[in-house]
């Protein structure tokens, strides 16, 4: 107080702010260089954000991640966010992959599996509640995902002590050569996320049967391909080591961009604000969308012979992009059609009616044309039963 007072001029502040003063004008002023130290200490220090997400709902999770996204690229909010959130059980493909051959639609229709488009990149990604979410939001200025894996693989060991490690290329942590975490990320002139999964003790079987098309080798597609690496689960079960593993992974993000840690998580609970926050609402729908799960699909080509009960062949050919229909053929024996004309939407309902509008044009058989319609219900292209 006696130093301040002594200064010849004052900068007026609101309470509980700091006021951004250089080391030679406080020097110059006659600042004890304790002081000095601290008051430039406070302007560099900052805290991080832990938040623990309530909601497993994948839709509202994802709208709400995009929501903190997007707030800090407009520069409205710029605050370093940790992101901790789990799912019931889902499918999350990359905003630019192709659903048709990353993930089995017909088993995870049976099993209530949801699917859903993220905003970022990567691959796809198998979630249920035993499986922990991670986000590392922000600024562009501060993102760097080989440091925040890495502080995955420390709080993994220092909980856990299993000697994880992290595969420098995808930034995939490793326990004994098998993945626990893969990672994607979305970057913005002015924000950045890296989002992990950590295989805490997930499904293990469901995961690999979901994550599995049956329709991978008859199709050909330009979109990003998932890396297929042998997976393992860390076996955490316990609400005590998750706390734990909860704080180590919150204590490295704030030492890894050095700032401060505040042993705090808040609880947020997306569908709750969805109701009073249209953004959020708003991104929800768009990602339920038909057009936004399976309409963005990237151009596909699609050859299979089926081979129905009674040993008929029925061989179909199919051409598809961003949830249309582009071309089509179709052979029965010696009965065959080739289709191309206006795009119609990808699915069941509508490409048998094509189908069999073609047929009866063709004058195809009535048991050549039932053939081809079970053909076509038996691939397991459609998001409806």
Request: hydrophobic share 40%.
């Amino acid at each position: 107080r006696r130093w301040l007072s002594s200064c010849s001029s004052t900068v007026e502040a609101p309470k509980n702010t700091c006021c951004k003063v250089d080391l030679p004008t406080i020097m110059s002023g006659g600042a004890p260089r304790s002081i000095a130290k601290r008051i430039l200490t406070s302007q560099r220090r900052f805290a991080t954000r832990n938040v623990i997400i309530r909601s497993t709902d994948v839709f509202h999770n994802l709208a709400y991640e995009d929501y903190l996204y997007n707030r800090m690229q407009k520069q409205i909010d710029t605050t370093p966010t940790l992101l901790l959130w789990r799912n019931s059980p889902a499918v999350v493909v990359g905003v630019n992959q192709n659903p048709y051959r990353e993930c089995n639609l017909a088993m995870m229709q049976k099993e209530g599996i949801q699917f859903a488009r993220r905003k970022s990149g990567g691959g796809a990604v198998y979630h249920d509640t035993g499986n922990l979410n991670i986000t590392f939001l922000t600024p562009r200025s501060m993102y760097n995902p080989a440091l925040t894996a890495d502080v995955l693989a420390k709080a993994v060991n220092k909980t856990l002590d299993l000697g994880a490690s992290v595969l420098e290329v995808r930034h995939d942590v490793l326990v004994n050569g098998d993945k626990v975490s893969g990672s994607a990320y979305k970057i913005g002139s002015n924000a950045a996320y890296h989002h992990a999964t950590l295989l805490l003790s997930s499904d293990i079987m469901n995961l690999g049967m979901a994550l599995r098309s049956p329709e991978v080798d008859y199709i050909k597609s330009k979109g990003v391909a998932s890396v297929r690496s042998p997976v393992t689960t860390l076996g955490v079960d316990s609400d005590e080591t998750q706390q734990k593993l909860d704080t180590a992974i919150a204590q490295g993000f704030a030492a890894a961009i050095d700032a401060e840690f505040t042993n705090a998580f808040e609880l947020v609970d997306p569908v709750s604000l969805a109701q009073s926050t249209l953004e959020i609402a708003d991104t929800v729908e768009e990602l339920k969308s038909w057009q936004w799960k399976f309409g963005r699909a990237p151009l596909f080509s699609y050859n299979r012979d089926v081979q129905l009960e009674d040993s008929t062949l029925v061989s179909v050919g199919l051409e598809g992009k961003r949830g249309d229909l582009l071309r089509m053929s179709i052979r029965v024996r010696d009965q065959e059609f080739q289709w191309e004309s206006t795009p119609t939407p990808f699915r069941l309902v509508a490409v048998k009616r094509i189908a069999q509008d073609c047929m009866v044009e063709q004058s195809f058989t009535a048991d050549a044309q039932l053939a081809a319609l079970e053909a076509l219900q038996r691939l397991g292209l459609w998001d409806e039963p």
